[in-house]
DNA sequence: GGTGTAACTTCCCGATGGGAAGTAGGCACC
DNA sequence: GGTGCCTACTTCCCATCGGGAAGTTACACC
């Protein structure tokens, strides 16, 4: 029905709107604790700007704003002082998570190969 | 040992690198034919670009180099004329591929859950 | 010598992401 | 009662990145 390696298609479209670093970090985030070993549970937006670091707090907010908006998070302001707001996997959010969360767990995994493989690249581009 | 939280870890970068329509797309491609259900192939670059509807023949080349460099496809120039170039997964790239393939197979399946998502969404803030 | 093709490469420009500073609004302190 | 602080944004500016199109190389065929 649908195939991404349409640019027409919508699923494309969708394909460009999870694929990136920080819904990757995100969805990983929602999914876990810090070590990305716990349960799903709902994380505070101070939260998630301390784990990821490196985000910017207008990254952070506009793709929280994308996620929610394509139904994977949901958000929620409690009226407390100053307000607090908490991020949660929805259960589309979770299916994806899993998928994203493997991703992470890839890259971590085998950085060290990669590492190995870019060294022996550049050096026989040295040649 | 690593962790792609920490926007100083190589992890991280290695999670930018991977983490891209692109990469997700090309992954997706050489891991079988273009309804993507196959065993994993060479394909050439006229074959990917083709495929890969809307990819500039600057982003495939500047993707692939990163790949080929990153140890997860292998590039293979045959002297015929005009010269051939193909392209295949390594085995550490058919290990992302297979999550590079749910990825996409994910968008295709959740398109429409999403859309509707965002109708609701759009709407709500119509109000 | 002109033409054609595959696989790039270069140049230009508009879009996108990061950094830093500004905003809202409610309470707490002096 | 005015100043300050806290969270969660929002806005502005600029550097980087991606897309589009044209140029390049190398050789074979006409």
Known sequence: MYDAFLAVCPSRQLLERISGKWVVLILSALGSGPDCTGDP??????????????????????TLRALERDGLVS??????????VT???TDLGLSLHRLMRDVKAWAETNMDDVAASRVTYDEAGAR
């Open 87 to 89: 991020y949660e996997l």
């Open 75 to 84: 958000r929620t302001v409690t009226p407390t002082v100053p307000v607090t």
């Open 41 to 62: 549970r709902p994380m505070r937006y101070s939260e998630l700007s301390r784990l990821l670091s490196g985000v910017s707090q207008k990254m952070l907010t506009q």
